[in-house]
Protein backbone atom coordinates (compact mmCIF):
# COMPACT_ATOMS: atom_id res chain seq x y z
CA UNK A 1 0.00 0.00 0.00
CA UNK A 2 2.88 2.43 0.35
CA UNK A 3 4.22 1.36 -2.65
CA UNK A 4 0.89 2.70 -4.37
CA UNK A 5 0.74 5.85 -2.48
CA UNK A 6 4.24 6.75 -3.61
CA UNK A 7 3.45 5.56 -6.90
CA UNK A 8 0.39 8.32 -7.04
CA UNK A 9 2.89 10.75 -5.36
CA UNK A 10 5.30 10.45 -8.54
CA UNK A 11 2.31 11.09 -10.92
CA UNK A 12 1.12 14.01 -8.98
CA UNK A 13 4.27 15.58 -9.19
CA UNK A 14 4.39 14.63 -12.53
CA UNK A 15 1.32 16.40 -12.95
CA UNK A 16 2.17 19.90 -11.54
CA UNK A 17 5.74 19.87 -13.54
CA UNK A 18 3.71 19.67 -16.54
CA UNK A 19 1.08 22.24 -15.87
CA UNK A 20 3.03 24.28 -13.70
CA UNK A 21 6.64 23.96 -14.16
CA UNK A 22 9.89 25.12 -11.80
CA UNK A 23 8.97 28.70 -11.45
CA UNK A 24 8.29 31.55 -9.15
CA UNK A 25 4.72 30.68 -8.70
CA UNK A 26 5.23 26.98 -7.71
CA UNK A 27 8.01 27.86 -5.35
CA UNK A 28 5.17 29.77 -3.66
CA UNK A 29 3.10 27.28 -3.33
CA UNK A 30 5.33 24.50 -2.31
CA UNK A 31 6.04 27.15 0.38
CA UNK A 32 2.56 26.97 1.63
CA UNK A 33 2.54 23.17 1.27
CA UNK A 34 5.72 22.82 3.33
CA UNK A 35 4.79 24.78 6.12
CA UNK A 36 2.11 23.17 7.51
CA UNK A 37 3.26 19.89 6.11
CA UNK A 38 6.11 20.57 8.82
CA UNK A 39 3.46 21.08 11.39
CA UNK A 40 1.95 17.68 10.69
CA UNK A 41 5.59 15.66 10.89
CA UNK A 42 5.44 16.98 14.22
CA UNK A 43 1.87 16.60 15.58
CA UNK A 44 1.09 13.71 13.11
CA UNK A 45 3.04 10.89 12.14
CA UNK A 46 6.50 12.19 13.83
CA UNK A 47 6.37 13.27 17.24
CA UNK A 48 2.59 12.21 18.46
CA UNK A 49 2.97 8.83 17.27
CA UNK A 50 6.46 7.89 18.08
CA UNK A 51 4.91 9.19 21.78
CA UNK A 52 1.60 7.63 21.12
CA UNK A 53 2.54 3.99 20.05
CA UNK A 54 4.59 3.05 22.93
CA UNK A 55 2.45 4.28 25.40
CA UNK A 56 -1.09 2.79 23.41
CA UNK A 57 0.93 -0.50 23.07
CA UNK A 58 1.40 -0.48 26.63
CA UNK A 59 -2.28 0.13 27.84
CA UNK A 60 -3.26 -2.84 25.05
CA UNK A 61 -0.76 -5.15 26.51
CA UNK A 62 -1.51 -4.38 30.67
CA UNK A 63 -4.93 -2.72 30.70
CA UNK A 64 -8.52 -3.60 29.89
CA UNK A 65 -10.38 -2.40 27.22
CA UNK A 66 -12.01 0.27 29.27
CA UNK A 67 -8.77 2.06 30.13
CA UNK A 68 -7.97 1.37 26.59
CA UNK A 69 -11.26 3.44 25.12
CA UNK A 70 -10.54 5.52 27.82
CA UNK A 71 -7.15 6.82 26.91
CA UNK A 72 -7.85 6.94 23.45
CA UNK A 73 -11.27 9.78 24.70
CA UNK A 74 -8.80 12.11 26.52
CA UNK A 75 -6.40 11.80 23.52
CA UNK A 76 -8.89 13.02 21.19
CA UNK A 77 -9.85 15.57 23.24
CA UNK A 78 -6.55 17.26 24.28
CA UNK A 79 -4.95 16.43 20.33
CA UNK A 80 -8.14 17.94 18.94
CA UNK A 81 -8.26 21.03 21.12
CA UNK A 82 -4.45 21.53 20.80
CA UNK A 83 -4.45 21.60 17.16
CA UNK A 84 -7.61 23.81 16.50
CA UNK A 85 -5.91 26.56 18.60
CA UNK A 86 -2.67 25.83 16.48
CA UNK A 87 -4.42 25.75 12.99
CA UNK A 88 -6.20 29.27 14.05
CA UNK A 89 -2.74 30.85 14.95
CA UNK A 90 -1.40 29.28 11.74
CA UNK A 91 -3.89 30.49 9.52
CA UNK A 92 -4.17 33.95 10.56
CA UNK A 93 -0.39 33.99 11.22
CA UNK A 94 0.59 33.40 7.46
CA UNK A 95 2.30 36.24 6.36
CA UNK A 96 4.79 36.36 9.41
CA UNK A 97 4.82 32.62 8.67
CA UNK A 98 6.22 33.65 4.87
CA UNK A 99 8.19 36.03 6.21
CA UNK A 100 10.10 33.20 8.76
CA UNK A 101 10.13 30.18 6.60
CA UNK A 102 11.01 32.36 3.31
CA UNK A 103 12.26 35.41 4.14
CA UNK A 104 14.20 35.23 0.24
CA UNK A 105 10.07 36.41 -1.23
CA UNK A 106 9.77 39.40 1.26
CA UNK A 107 11.34 41.32 -1.92
CA UNK A 108 8.56 39.94 -4.57
CA UNK A 109 5.66 41.23 -3.02
CA UNK A 110 3.57 39.03 -5.63
CA UNK A 111 5.17 35.66 -4.62
CA UNK A 112 4.78 36.69 -1.09
CA UNK A 113 1.25 37.50 -0.92
CA UNK A 114 0.50 34.47 -3.40
CA UNK A 115 2.06 32.27 -0.72
CA UNK A 116 0.59 34.05 2.09
CA UNK A 117 -2.38 33.42 0.42
CA UNK A 118 -2.39 29.98 0.05
CA UNK A 119 -1.12 29.45 3.46
CA UNK A 120 -4.28 30.63 4.63
CA UNK A 121 -6.60 27.75 2.80
CA UNK A 122 -3.34 24.68 3.49
CA UNK A 123 -2.93 25.39 7.13
CA UNK A 124 -6.18 23.69 7.60
CA UNK A 125 -4.42 20.67 6.34
CA UNK A 126 -2.50 20.13 9.78
CA UNK A 127 -5.60 19.88 11.82
CA UNK A 128 -6.95 16.73 9.72
CA UNK A 129 -4.01 14.83 9.19
CA UNK A 130 -2.47 15.09 12.36
CA UNK A 131 -6.04 13.03 13.57
CA UNK A 132 -5.15 10.83 10.78
CA UNK A 133 -2.01 9.82 12.26
CA UNK A 134 -3.90 9.28 15.87
CA UNK A 135 -6.38 7.22 14.04
CA UNK A 136 -3.34 5.34 12.18
CA UNK A 137 -1.43 4.81 15.27
CA UNK A 138 -4.19 2.78 16.92
CA UNK A 139 -5.04 0.71 13.71
CA UNK A 140 -1.10 -0.16 13.26
CA UNK A 141 -1.03 -1.14 16.70
CA UNK A 142 -3.55 -4.00 16.25
CA UNK A 143 -1.37 -5.14 12.89
CA UNK A 144 -3.86 -3.01 10.51
CA UNK A 145 -1.19 -1.31 8.27
CA UNK A 146 -2.79 -1.07 5.07
CA UNK A 147 -5.60 1.44 5.34
CA UNK A 148 -2.98 4.40 6.93
CA UNK A 149 -0.25 3.20 4.48
CA UNK A 150 -3.22 3.46 1.52
CA UNK A 151 -4.72 7.50 3.11
CA UNK A 152 -1.97 9.54 1.23
CA UNK A 153 -3.58 8.37 -2.05
CA UNK A 154 -6.48 10.31 -1.28
CA UNK A 155 -4.31 13.96 -1.01
CA UNK A 156 -2.35 12.53 -4.31
CA UNK A 157 -5.54 12.38 -5.98
CA UNK A 158 -7.12 15.90 -4.44
CA UNK A 159 -4.09 17.68 -5.65
CA UNK A 160 -4.27 15.90 -9.26
CA UNK A 161 -7.75 16.60 -9.44
CA UNK A 162 -7.34 20.56 -8.55
CA UNK A 163 -4.93 20.73 -10.89
CA UNK A 164 -6.32 19.58 -14.02
CA UNK A 165 -9.93 20.72 -13.52
CA UNK A 166 -9.96 23.43 -10.78
CA UNK A 167 -6.99 25.34 -11.79
CA UNK A 168 -8.25 26.22 -15.12
CA UNK A 169 -11.49 27.77 -13.77
CA UNK A 170 -9.51 30.07 -11.21
CA UNK A 171 -8.04 33.42 -11.67
CA UNK A 172 -4.63 32.06 -10.01
CA UNK A 173 -4.60 28.80 -11.25
CA UNK A 174 -1.70 27.73 -8.23
CA UNK A 175 -4.82 28.35 -5.40
CA UNK A 176 -6.41 25.02 -6.63
CA UNK A 177 -3.94 23.47 -5.13
CA UNK A 178 -4.04 24.96 -2.26
CA UNK A 179 -7.66 23.54 -1.94
CA UNK A 180 -6.86 20.30 -2.93
CA UNK A 181 -4.84 20.09 0.13
CA UNK A 182 -7.33 21.26 2.46
CA UNK A 183 -9.83 18.87 0.91
CA UNK A 184 -7.59 15.61 1.32
CA UNK A 185 -7.12 16.31 5.21
CA UNK A 186 -10.84 15.76 5.27
CA UNK A 187 -10.99 12.96 3.11
CA UNK A 188 -8.18 10.95 4.59
CA UNK A 189 -9.57 11.40 8.35
CA UNK A 190 -12.99 10.15 7.08
CA UNK A 191 -11.37 7.18 5.30
CA UNK A 192 -10.36 5.82 8.69
CA UNK A 193 -13.64 5.91 10.69
CA UNK A 194 -14.85 2.76 9.46
CA UNK A 195 -11.89 0.80 10.50
CA UNK A 196 -11.63 2.13 13.70
CA UNK A 197 -15.41 1.36 14.39
CA UNK A 198 -14.46 -2.50 13.36
CA UNK A 199 -12.33 -2.70 15.68
CA UNK A 200 -14.79 -0.64 18.68
CA UNK A 201 -12.59 2.14 19.08
CA UNK A 202 -14.09 5.21 17.45
CA UNK A 203 -12.66 8.21 19.45
CA UNK A 204 -15.12 9.80 21.65
CA UNK A 205 -13.45 13.25 22.40
CA UNK A 206 -13.37 13.98 26.37
CA UNK A 207 -11.59 16.54 28.17
CA UNK A 208 -9.80 16.21 31.40
CA UNK A 209 -7.15 18.11 33.18
CA UNK A 210 -5.02 15.17 34.35
CA UNK A 211 -4.89 11.80 32.97
CA UNK A 212 -2.25 9.73 33.56
CA UNK A 213 -1.61 7.81 29.96
CA UNK A 214 -2.32 11.55 28.38
CA UNK A 215 0.25 13.77 30.67
CA UNK A 216 2.48 10.57 29.51
CA UNK A 217 1.84 10.81 25.90
CA UNK A 218 2.52 14.90 26.47
CA UNK A 219 5.75 14.07 28.37
CA UNK A 220 7.31 11.92 25.90
CA UNK A 221 5.79 14.10 22.97
CA UNK A 222 7.80 17.54 24.30
CA UNK A 223 11.56 15.86 23.59
CA UNK A 224 10.51 13.98 20.51
CA UNK A 225 8.88 16.95 18.94
CA UNK A 226 12.67 18.08 18.80
CA UNK A 227 13.84 14.85 17.66
CA UNK A 228 11.46 14.15 14.77
CA UNK A 229 11.71 17.33 13.57
CA UNK A 230 15.05 17.45 12.68
CA UNK A 231 14.70 16.35 9.33
CA UNK A 232 12.08 18.71 8.23
CA UNK A 233 14.10 21.47 9.85
CA UNK A 234 17.11 21.05 7.95
CA UNK A 235 14.69 20.69 4.62
CA UNK A 236 12.73 23.80 5.74
CA UNK A 237 16.19 25.55 6.13
CA UNK A 238 17.14 24.66 2.71
CA UNK A 239 14.13 26.06 1.69
CA UNK A 240 14.93 29.61 3.85
CA UNK A 241 18.40 29.76 2.03
CA UNK A 242 16.85 28.98 -1.27
CA UNK A 243 14.30 31.27 -0.82
CA UNK A 244 17.70 33.37 -1.62
CA UNK A 245 19.11 31.76 -4.92
CA UNK A 246 17.19 32.34 -8.07
CA UNK A 247 13.88 31.64 -8.82
CA UNK A 248 13.21 27.51 -9.55
CA UNK A 249 15.55 26.95 -6.67
CA UNK A 250 13.13 25.85 -4.55
CA UNK A 251 10.90 23.87 -7.08
CA UNK A 252 14.11 22.08 -8.09
CA UNK A 253 14.62 20.83 -4.22
CA UNK A 254 11.20 19.71 -4.04
CA UNK A 255 11.24 17.66 -7.03
CA UNK A 256 15.10 16.60 -5.76
CA UNK A 257 13.51 15.17 -2.52
CA UNK A 258 10.66 14.02 -3.47
CA UNK A 259 12.21 11.22 -5.75
CA UNK A 260 14.54 10.88 -2.42
CA UNK A 261 11.03 9.82 -0.68
CA UNK A 262 10.39 7.21 -3.06
CA UNK A 263 12.47 4.86 -1.96
CA UNK A 264 12.93 6.60 1.80
CA UNK A 265 8.98 5.74 2.29
CA UNK A 266 8.79 1.94 1.06
CA UNK A 267 11.40 0.59 2.53
CA UNK A 268 12.32 3.15 5.40
CA UNK A 269 9.13 4.68 6.68
CA UNK A 270 6.88 1.76 6.50
CA UNK A 271 9.19 -0.79 8.14
CA UNK A 272 9.40 1.54 10.28
CA UNK A 273 5.96 1.76 10.68
CA UNK A 274 5.74 -1.77 11.07
CA UNK A 275 8.59 -2.30 13.62
CA UNK A 276 7.58 0.51 16.47
CA UNK A 277 4.32 -1.28 17.56
CA UNK A 278 6.15 -4.48 17.51
CA UNK A 279 9.51 -3.43 19.20
CA UNK A 280 7.02 -1.03 21.49
CA UNK A 281 5.41 -4.89 22.61
CA UNK A 282 8.65 -6.41 22.94
CA UNK A 283 9.80 -3.87 25.57
CA UNK A 284 6.81 -4.48 27.48
CA UNK A 285 7.29 -7.81 27.42
CA UNK A 286 10.77 -7.58 28.74
CA UNK A 287 12.19 -9.37 25.63
CA UNK A 288 15.37 -7.60 25.01
CA UNK A 289 16.63 -10.98 22.59
CA UNK A 290 13.33 -10.50 20.21
CA UNK A 291 13.93 -6.84 20.25
CA UNK A 292 17.27 -6.83 19.61
CA UNK A 293 16.38 -9.42 16.25
CA UNK A 294 13.70 -7.07 15.36
CA UNK A 295 15.70 -4.46 15.03
CA UNK A 296 19.09 -6.62 13.36
CA UNK A 297 16.32 -8.01 10.69
CA UNK A 298 15.33 -4.39 9.62
CA UNK A 299 18.65 -2.96 9.47
CA UNK A 300 19.64 -5.61 7.13
CA UNK A 301 16.57 -6.01 4.82
CA UNK A 302 16.78 -1.89 4.67
CA UNK A 303 20.25 -1.88 3.43
CA UNK A 304 19.85 -4.52 1.06
CA UNK A 305 17.27 -2.50 -0.61
CA UNK A 306 18.63 1.32 0.13
CA UNK A 307 22.30 0.54 -1.05
CA UNK A 308 21.29 -0.25 -4.60
CA UNK A 309 18.62 2.37 -4.60
CA UNK A 310 21.51 5.18 -3.95
CA UNK A 311 23.34 3.95 -6.10
CA UNK A 312 21.31 3.14 -8.98
CA UNK A 313 19.34 6.74 -8.61
CA UNK A 314 22.55 8.24 -8.06
CA UNK A 315 23.61 7.16 -11.50
CA UNK A 316 20.04 7.60 -13.19
CA UNK A 317 19.37 10.63 -12.16
CA UNK A 318 19.07 12.89 -15.15
CA UNK A 319 17.11 9.82 -17.07
CA UNK A 320 14.54 9.63 -14.14
CA UNK A 321 13.54 13.25 -13.74
CA UNK A 322 13.35 13.41 -18.06
CA UNK A 323 11.14 10.78 -17.60
CA UNK A 324 8.91 11.75 -14.96
CA UNK A 325 9.16 15.14 -15.11
CA UNK A 326 10.52 16.84 -18.12
CA UNK A 327 7.20 18.12 -20.28
CA UNK A 328 4.92 21.12 -20.39
CA UNK A 329 6.45 23.44 -18.59
CA UNK A 330 9.33 21.76 -17.12
CA UNK A 331 12.30 22.32 -19.34
CA UNK A 332 15.73 20.54 -20.15
CA UNK A 333 17.67 22.95 -18.29
CA UNK A 334 15.43 22.24 -15.20
CA UNK A 335 16.03 18.53 -15.31
CA UNK A 336 19.61 19.50 -15.39
CA UNK A 337 19.71 21.28 -12.59
CA UNK A 338 17.35 19.09 -10.05
CA UNK A 339 19.31 15.99 -10.94
CA UNK A 340 22.30 17.79 -9.30
CA UNK A 341 20.72 18.00 -5.75
CA UNK A 342 19.24 14.44 -6.82
CA UNK A 343 22.68 13.27 -6.83
CA UNK A 344 23.09 15.46 -3.64
CA UNK A 345 20.15 14.18 -1.73
CA UNK A 346 20.21 10.50 -2.93
CA UNK A 347 23.74 9.99 -1.20
CA UNK A 348 22.49 10.39 1.75
CA UNK A 349 19.38 7.89 0.88
CA UNK A 350 20.97 5.11 2.92
CA UNK A 351 21.31 7.29 6.59
CA UNK A 352 18.13 8.62 5.99
CA UNK A 353 16.19 5.14 6.07
CA UNK A 354 18.76 3.98 8.89
CA UNK A 355 17.20 6.74 11.11
CA UNK A 356 13.73 5.69 10.59
CA UNK A 357 15.04 2.19 11.75
CA UNK A 358 16.98 3.38 14.65
CA UNK A 359 15.16 5.79 16.38
CA UNK A 360 12.27 3.29 16.90
CA UNK A 361 14.68 1.61 18.96
CA UNK A 362 14.67 4.81 21.51
CA UNK A 363 11.31 5.49 21.25
CA UNK A 364 9.89 1.92 21.94
CA UNK A 365 11.81 2.02 25.38
CA UNK A 366 9.87 5.38 25.38
CA UNK A 367 13.10 7.29 25.64
CA UNK A 368 12.71 10.09 23.34
CA UNK A 369 15.15 12.44 25.39
CA UNK A 370 17.72 10.66 23.69
CA UNK A 371 17.33 11.15 19.65
CA UNK A 372 16.74 14.37 20.98
CA UNK A 373 20.26 15.24 22.25
CA UNK A 374 21.35 13.78 18.90
CA UNK A 375 18.76 15.68 16.46
CA UNK A 376 20.07 18.97 17.90
CA UNK A 377 23.81 17.88 17.39
CA UNK A 378 22.48 16.88 13.81
CA UNK A 379 20.75 19.96 12.77
CA UNK A 380 23.71 22.49 13.93
CA UNK A 381 25.93 20.50 11.83
CA UNK A 382 23.18 20.74 8.97
CA UNK A 383 23.47 24.39 9.58
CA UNK A 384 27.29 24.97 9.53
CA UNK A 385 27.57 22.79 6.37
CA UNK A 386 24.73 24.89 4.84
CA UNK A 387 26.87 28.07 5.12
CA UNK A 388 30.35 26.13 3.89
CA UNK A 389 28.74 24.30 1.03
CA UNK A 390 26.34 27.26 -0.26
CA UNK A 391 28.63 30.28 0.03
CA UNK A 392 31.84 29.17 -1.92
CA UNK A 393 29.40 27.62 -5.08
CA UNK A 394 27.70 31.61 -4.81
CA UNK A 395 31.13 33.07 -4.88
CA UNK A 396 32.29 30.84 -7.50
CA UNK A 397 29.57 31.56 -9.40
CA UNK A 398 28.61 27.80 -9.87
CA UNK A 399 25.43 27.17 -11.85
CA UNK A 400 23.56 25.58 -9.30
CA UNK A 401 24.62 26.48 -5.67
CA UNK A 402 21.18 24.83 -3.96
CA UNK A 403 23.37 21.66 -4.13
CA UNK A 404 25.48 22.80 -1.73
CA UNK A 405 21.81 22.67 0.56
CA UNK A 406 21.31 19.26 -0.45
CA UNK A 407 24.66 17.90 0.35
CA UNK A 408 24.70 19.56 3.66
CA UNK A 409 21.20 17.79 4.54
CA UNK A 410 23.16 14.10 3.65
CA UNK A 411 25.74 14.67 5.41
CA UNK A 412 24.12 15.46 8.52
CA UNK A 413 21.85 12.63 8.02
CA UNK A 414 25.16 9.99 8.14
CA UNK A 415 26.27 11.94 11.53
CA UNK A 416 22.82 11.66 12.70
CA UNK A 417 22.49 7.63 12.29
CA UNK A 418 25.92 7.13 13.49
CA UNK A 419 25.27 8.89 16.93
CA UNK A 420 21.89 6.89 17.11
CA UNK A 421 23.90 3.65 16.71
CA UNK A 422 26.14 4.29 18.70
CA UNK A 423 23.46 5.40 21.82
CA UNK A 424 21.76 1.97 20.83
CA UNK A 425 24.92 0.00 21.65
CA UNK A 426 26.53 2.26 24.26
CA UNK A 427 22.75 0.92 26.41
CA UNK A 428 22.86 -2.61 24.68
CA UNK A 429 19.96 -2.47 23.62
CA UNK A 430 21.15 -3.12 20.15
CA UNK A 431 24.13 -5.75 19.16
CA UNK A 432 25.00 -6.27 15.66
CA UNK A 433 24.74 -10.52 14.93
CA UNK A 434 27.32 -12.08 12.56
CA UNK A 435 27.42 -12.25 9.04
CA UNK A 436 27.51 -8.38 8.47
CA UNK A 437 31.23 -7.96 6.71
CA UNK A 438 29.76 -10.76 4.70
CA UNK A 439 26.56 -9.00 3.99
CA UNK A 440 28.37 -5.46 2.75
CA UNK A 441 30.48 -7.03 0.93
CA UNK A 442 28.04 -9.29 -0.81
CA UNK A 443 26.19 -5.92 -1.63
CA UNK A 444 29.10 -4.25 -2.97
CA UNK A 445 29.82 -7.06 -5.70
CA UNK A 446 25.86 -6.89 -6.55
CA UNK A 447 25.98 -2.72 -7.08
CA UNK A 448 29.13 -3.17 -8.98
CA UNK A 449 27.67 -5.79 -11.25
CA UNK A 450 24.49 -3.47 -11.23
CA UNK A 451 26.26 -0.21 -12.33
CA UNK A 452 28.24 -1.90 -14.83
CA UNK A 453 24.61 -2.91 -16.55
CA UNK A 454 23.33 0.84 -16.45
CA UNK A 455 26.00 2.22 -17.90
CA UNK A 456 26.06 -0.43 -21.11
CA UNK A 457 22.31 -0.21 -21.59
CA UNK A 458 21.22 3.60 -20.73
CA UNK A 459 21.49 6.06 -23.93
CA UNK A 460 23.05 9.64 -23.15
CA UNK A 461 20.84 12.46 -21.17
CA UNK A 462 20.78 14.44 -24.21
CA UNK A 463 18.40 11.98 -26.27
CA UNK A 464 15.91 11.25 -23.81
CA UNK A 465 14.73 14.92 -24.58
CA UNK A 466 14.28 13.90 -28.08
CA UNK A 467 12.25 10.56 -26.89
CA UNK A 468 8.76 10.77 -26.28
CA UNK A 469 6.84 10.08 -23.41
CA UNK A 470 6.08 6.36 -24.20
CA UNK A 471 9.81 6.10 -25.53
CA UNK A 472 11.23 7.29 -22.03
CA UNK A 473 8.77 5.05 -19.92
CA UNK A 474 9.21 2.04 -21.46
CA UNK A 475 13.38 2.43 -22.10
CA UNK A 476 13.39 3.23 -17.49
CA UNK A 477 11.39 0.33 -17.21
CA UNK A 478 13.42 -1.45 -18.96
CA UNK A 479 17.15 -0.26 -17.27
CA UNK A 480 15.41 -0.27 -13.97
CA UNK A 481 13.83 -4.19 -14.59
CA UNK A 482 17.64 -5.00 -15.79
CA UNK A 483 19.28 -3.55 -12.63
CA UNK A 484 16.95 -5.28 -10.41
CA UNK A 485 17.37 -8.46 -12.11
CA UNK A 486 21.43 -8.21 -12.19
CA UNK A 487 21.24 -6.90 -8.50
CA UNK A 488 19.60 -9.98 -7.03
CA UNK A 489 20.48 -12.40 -8.95
CA UNK A 490 24.05 -11.28 -8.34
CA UNK A 491 23.49 -11.30 -4.82
CA UNK A 492 22.16 -15.00 -5.18
CA UNK A 493 25.13 -15.87 -6.70
CA UNK A 494 27.14 -14.58 -3.47
CA UNK A 495 25.34 -16.43 -1.61
CA UNK A 496 22.61 -14.54 -0.40
CA UNK A 497 19.02 -15.94 -0.99
CA UNK A 498 15.61 -14.75 -0.42
CA UNK A 499 14.73 -16.77 2.86
CA UNK A 500 17.28 -15.34 4.70
CA UNK A 501 15.61 -11.83 4.71
CA UNK A 502 12.85 -13.86 6.73
CA UNK A 503 14.93 -14.24 9.32
CA UNK A 504 15.86 -12.37 12.34
CA UNK A 505 19.48 -13.60 12.73
Not at 86 to 93: C, D, L, P
Not at 165 to 173: A, C, R
Request: charged letters at 10%.
Amino acid sequence: MTLISRIFGLLRDITLATIFGASGGTDAFLVAFKIPNFMRRLFGEGAFSQAFVPVFSEYKEKRSREELQDLINYVAGKLGGILLLITIIGSVAAPALVWLFAPGFHDDPVRFQLTADMLHITFSYLFFIALVAFASGILNSFNQFAVPAFTPVLLNLSMIAAAVWLSPKMDEPLMALAWGVALAGLLQFLLQLPFLKRLGLIPHPRFKHHHEGVSKILKLMLPAIVGSSVAQINLLLDTVIASFLMAGSVSWLYYSDRLLEFPLGIFGIAIATVILPALSNQHARDSAEEFNQTLNWAIRLVLIIAIPACVGLFVLAGPVLATLFQYGEFSTSDTHLASLSLMAYIAGLPAFIIIKILAPGFYARQDTRTPVRIGIIAMISNMVMNILFVVPLILFNYEAPHIGLALATSCSAYLNAFLLYRGLRRREVYKPTHGWVKLLTQITIACAAMVAGILWITPEISQWSIWSAIQRVSNMTGIIAMAVVVYFVTLMLTGLHPIKLKRSN
